[in-house]
Every structure is written in structure tokens, then in C-alpha cells.
């Protein structure tokens, strides 16, 4: 792994975080990544425009959760289900009753 620099306040940003990584576990599945992929995916029926917006945040919490090693892919992998979960229990994913056989 490579270590991860940044610019200005970077280091003392970093510098905090891992303070307080000794009371900070990781975290299996990923929930924030989840929640924010709920919040984009619920959007597309109650606000399509701001959906737009939610799956690009959706899309770069993901990324920088990964980039940043907070969370394994497996993590992410992981959420999924619970995803799929909220959205059905939610309401938001309804069976295509419309087909014709």
C-alpha cells in the first residue's frame, strides 16, 4: 500500500483521524456507503433530479471510502444485500406485474 499525502490542513486532518482510530473499529458492511446508495436509488421515484445528484455522491462516497481504506471492497460487496433490503422493505423495488405471458 502506498501512503496517502494531501495538501494543506491534510496532515493534521490525518493526523486526527488516526487519534481516534483506537476507538474506531472497521466496519462490516459498509453502512454509510449503503445508506447514501439507498438515499440515490429511493430518490429516482420521489425526486429524479436530485437523484442525479444523490447517485454521483453515492458513486464518490464509494470511491473515496475505497481510496481512503476506510472500507475493503468485500465491505462494499457486503452491503448489497442490505441495500436491497431497505429498498425492498421500503417499498421501492415492486415485482413488474405488467407482463404478458
Known amino acids: 500500500a502506498f501512503p496517502i499525502s494531501g495538501f494543506g490542513f491534510a496532515a493534521l486532518i490525518q493526523k486526527f483521524i488516526l487519534s481516534q482510530q483506537a476507538t474506531v473499529q472497521d466496519c462490516f458492511p459498509s453502512g454509510h456507503t449503503a445508506l447514501s446508495w439507498i ?11 436530485y437523484a442525479q ?4 455522491a453515492a458513486i464518490l462516497i464509494t470511491g473515496a471510502t475505497l481510496w481512503l481504506r476506510y472500507h475493503w471492497v468485500t465491505d462494499l460487496v457486503a452491503a ?3 441495500i436491497a433490503a431497505a429498498l425492498f422493505w421500503g417499498g421501492f423495488l415492486k415485482p413488474n ?3 404478458s405471458s
Open 97 to 99: 406485474l405488467s407482463r
Open 53 to 56: 445528484y444523490a447517485t454521483g
Open 39 to 49: 438515499a440515490a436509488l429511493a430518490a429516482r421515484e420521489f425526486a429524479p433530479r
Open 80 to 82: 448489497i444485500p442490505l
